[in-house]
Nanobody
């Protein structure tokens, strides 16, 4: 079973950048697809992007495509979310998640990201 801990959240001005990290423990990390989700106040959790177990495939929500980049380092059991040209609407709690049997079923505790205008 994978356990996930996010870090790197904080306050940033619009147009700025942040990099989130998600540290995983557990032997199955390197074989798990990973994803990032976010939830803004009063809204449902939404998919931000995902990365395959090898890192060879990535995919993104239209709202972040071209601004956010997901990567992973299996040697460090860590997945990253690089966020550039951030907008106030990116403000949310960001969660990383790991797949099990093809579904996102393991979640971190979340990290707050706030973008000021």
């Amino acid at each position: 079973q994978v356990q996930l801990v996010e870090s790197g959240g904080g306050l940033v001005q619009a147009g700025g950048s942040l990099r989130l990290s998600c540290a995983a423990s557990g032997r199955t990390f390197s074989s798990a697809g990973m994803g990032w989700f976010r939830q803004a106040p009063g809204k449902e959790r939404e998919f931000v992007g995902g990365i395959s177990w090898s890192g060879g495939s990535t995919y993104y929500a239209d709202s972040v495509k071209g601004r956010f980049t997901i990567s992973r380092d299996n040697a460090k059991n860590t997945v990253y979310l690089q966020m550039n040209r951030m907008k106030p609407e990116d403000t949310a709690v960001y969660y990383c998640a790991a797949t099990s049997s093809g579904k996102y079923s393991v979640w971190g505790q979340g990290t707050q990201v706030t973008v000021s205008s």
